[in-house]
């Protein structure tokens, strides 16, 4: 295993070519966010009058490859017990963010935002970020390549 010095000069990035997975509603985010550890980065997702603008809440969940989602911010901005300081959550208008302060290797993950839809009378679930890889950029140089997952359970709830 590499040890956390070699993670310095290590680059994360989120590729998100995503929309939400429901019928006319649509959760949309940039193509992609990135940063080194240690620092700042934010995902967010945007909705609608429907959704996020019609003042519902934004959850975000992660998840580890192989593992099961896990809730990191619930309510816009409440956090569980357990999460980390350097997760927090925001809402503005149509729009809901996901900001990890002081990046760290173990914050590869799938990250997804979730809001319900008055419209759907369900949850929309967005995609925000895909599978985590890691890959060898340049020789002695680890890296992260996410890549949109195979599929999101979405029927009901966020995640079933």
């Keep these: ?3 956390t010095m070699a993670w310095t000069p290590l ?3 989120l590729l998100a070519h995503c929309t939400g997975s429901w019928a006319q509603s649509v959760l949309t985010q940039p193509p992609s966010v ?12 945007t909705g609608s009058s429907s959704n996020i603008g019609g003042g519902n809440d934004v959850s975000w969940y992660q998840q580890v490859p192989g593992m099961g989602p896990k809730t990191v911010i619930y309510w816009d901005n409440s956090k ?8 927090s959550g ?11 302060t002081g990046l760290q290797a173990e914050d590869e993950a799938d990250y997804y935002c979730s809001a319900w839809d008055d419209s759907l009378s369900a ?8 599978e985590v890889r ?4 340049v020789p002695a140089v680890m890296g992260f390549l996410l890549q949109p997952p195979s599929s999101a359970k979405t029927a009901g709830s966020p995640f079933v």
């Design 11 to 13: 680059l994360l990035t």
């Design 90 to 100: 925001s809402k503005s208008g149509s729009s809901g963010t996901l900001t990890i």
């Design 134 to 137: 890691q890959k060898h950029a």
């Design 1 to 3: 295993m590499t040890s």
């Design 123 to 130: 949850h929309t679930v967005l995609q925000a970020c895909g």
């Design 80 to 87: 569980p017990s357990g999460v980390p300081d350097r997760f």
């Design 34 to 45: 990135s940063g080194t550890l240690g620092q700042r980065i934010t995902i967010s997702c």
